[in-house]
């Protein structure tokens, strides 16, 4: 009897992509169907959308790769927030050339500002942990190390 579930499953995706829906079934059937959506708050997300890229830009000038020789002088940082926790990625960066007090300050007005649009928003995400990624100098400059293949760090 599992066929049941799944040809429903087909009437319901048939259903959707059959056009316009009957006059019938009157207009409120099928507004209550679909995601309530104002023009105001198409604008908001689009202006919250826009915040949080100009932050991130912002993060990521302060955030200077240049200007270390050894690895160790290399950090990455956590950049933004995702819905169920942890960074979004990570930034490299040189601890010598970076001010890293205007750094984590912008990071963390990122975060905030994320952590607000995925609430407001009832955003989702995958819940796998991403950890910081190894750094190292390369041509002078402080690069993250790609993960490890099969591993599941910053994508």
Known sequence: MRLAPR???????????AGPPDSRLGSRAVQS??????P?????????????????????ALA???GCRQDAECAVAPVGSRACGGP?????????TTDTAA??????????AEDD?????????TCEMRTPPPVMVEGGRC?????AAGSRGPQ
């Open 88 to 96: 979004r990625t990570y930034v490299p960066y040189c601890r010598a």
């Open 7 to 17: 040809a429903a499953l087909l009437l319901l995706a048939a259903a959707a992509c």
């Open 117 to 125: 649009y995925l609430r407001k928003n009832e955003m989702m995400s």
């Open 33 to 38: 169907a679909l995601p309530v959506t104002t």
């Open 40 to 60: 105001a708050a198409a604008a908001s997300a689009q202006s919250d959308s826009a915040r949080i890229a100009k932050l991130e830009a912002e993060a990521r």
């Open 64 to 66: 200077r790769a240049t």
């Open 103 to 112: 750094l984590n300050a912008k990071l963390a007005q990122l975060k905030r």
């Open 143 to 147: 690069t993250s190390v790609a993960p």
